[in-house]
């Protein structure tokens, strides 16, 4: 009787229209065509209910059937992919929350490799990126506690907890011999999800931390503020280094804000319903401003939809690293009120047909990370700062040792601190001064020649 009620269970948990059946000696493969039932192979199901049954009767402490079947069906979720899992009812509700942009923790987004949690990206402006976890860290314990043998969930929890709690974690990082611990002091992590500040007065900066339900609106209103209070504006440096990435249709809307019209991304899955092609409005709301896209390997998932899509319109120069490789979709599927599963359902592709999985965006001008200093030139005297010296005759400001010096400095601060901004901004004001050129004549023009 128990081995049947285990089967008549576990039929009822797959889902009618399913049948149980022997697999003929021709054939082991299980049939799934249209119009045909989906045959259950018994003999895996007899396998699967003799472990049930030694573990129910013979496993040192007792268990429910209730807690061993849900243990079966997180298990089954945990071979799939890494993306994959079974929402619990508090993991259900993280997953609520995250998406709202304020959650409790220590602000990483993290997956599963080789059994160990890894670090997708810190977040922005929260403990765990203030105490210098960095992208690709592999976190083996959680305080006292190893993280190999734990699920992605039971990891999470215990990164969960009070504000101003400490939670020391031990990580191994490339380049560094041996684990080493950091502790951090958990908070309430509010993401603010975009920001943006003005450089050298004509550029600007766009940083988006993470895509949340809003993020497209914010872009969009953060540009139209810009372009109002900077009329002159040049340019935009688009910043998705180590934003892991979230809701799909943020990432969809803010490509949009600089394309004009076109596709932006397209699934394809197994389901009908998988897939799906999303495009931009036309209008391109910084009117072909010249934009240039930071990436590293912390840029994941909707990150790389976005990069993806300007790369292939020829709209923006991606520049840093290569990034994270998440190319995936993943659809919540409520099981019950409080409960659902997060599966992977499709895979995403770039306007151009490419896919992202594992293999990620490369960008157009490869910039590591590095720290770079500027070498400080001697102060010489120059021209400027002769006495009796001639006046520049256009009535332009002159600009001496102590002008340049300045300048050396704003540019090496920026140099030293971010090198990859440094280069993007480099790069951006190339592009600017390509696109004011002007158009090239019948070659009658003259241009005025004087001496050295």
Request: charged share 25%; aromatic share 6%.
């Amino acid at each position: 009787m128990r081995f049947a009620g285990i089967l008549l269970t576990l039929a009822a948990l797959l889902g009618a229209p399913w049948s149980l059946a022997q697999p003929a000696a021709s054939d082991s493969a299980d049939v799934e065509a249209s119009g045909q039932q989906a045959l259950l192979p018994l003999e895996d199901l007899r396998t699967f209910t003799r472990v049930y049954d030694h573990i129910r009767s013979s496993y040192v402490e007792e268990l429910s059937d209730s807690e061993l079947l849900e243990y079966a069906i997180k298990g089954m979720m945990a071979e799939l992919d890494p993306h994959s899992a079974y929402l619990d009812a508090d993991s259900f509700e993280d997953l609520q929350v995250n998406t709202s942009g304020e959650f409790g923790g220590l602000g990483i987004e993290v997956g599963m490799e080789n059994g160990f949690v890894k670090v997708i990206s810190p977040i922005d402006d929260t403990p765990a990126q203030q105490a210098g976890v960095e992208a690709g860290d592999l976190i083996i314990r959680l305080g006292d506690q190893p993280v190999k043998g734990m699920s992605l969930n039971e990891a999470v929890a215990i990164m969960r907890g009070p504000k101003g709690s400490d939670l020391t974690v031990t990580i191994v990082r490339d380049g560094i011999d041996q684990p080493f611990d950091i502790t951090i002091t958990r908070d309430i992590i509010k993401v603010r999800s975009v920001r943006t500040k003005m450089l050298d007065d004509n550029y600007l900066y766009l940083r988006i931390a993470t895509f949340q339900v809003s993020t497209g609106k914010d872009v969009q209103e953060k540009l139209a503020k810009t372009l109002a209070d900077y009329p002159g504006i040049e340019g935009v440096i688009l910043d998705l280094r180590n934003n892991p990435g979230g809701v799909l249709q943020a990432s969809v809307d803010v490509a949009d804000a600089f394309l004009d019209g076109g596709l932006v991304v397209y699934t394809e899955g197994r389901l009908e319903s998988s897939y799906s092609r999303y495009n931009a409005n036309p209008g391109d709301t910084l009117d072909g401003l010249p934009v240039v896209v930071l990436i590293n390997d912390g840029s994941a998932s909707a990150s790389e939809i976005v990069a993806g899509a300007l790369q292939d319109h020829h709209r923006a120069v991606i520049l840093g690293t290569r990034s994270f490789g998440k190319g995936s979709v993943q659809t919540v599927v409520p099981i019950t009120e409080s409960r659902a599963i997060k599966l992977t359902t499709a895979r995403y592709y770039t306007p151009g047909g490419r896919s992202i999985q594992a293999q990620g965006i490369e960008p157009d001008v490869i910039v590591e990370r590095a720290k770079v200093t500027a070498v400080k030139p001697r102060l010489r005297t120059t021209e400027a700062d002769l006495a009796g010296h001639l006046n520049n005759g256009n009535g332009e400001d002159e600009v001496g040792s102590k002008a340049r010096e300045r300048e050396t400095s704003s540019s090496s601060s920026l140099l030293s601190n971010d090198n990859q901004l440094h280069e993007a901004l480099n790069l951006l004001k190339g592009l600017n001064i390509f696109r004011q050129q002007p158009t090239a004549t019948d070659g009658n023009d003259t241009a005025r020649v004087g001496a050295p």
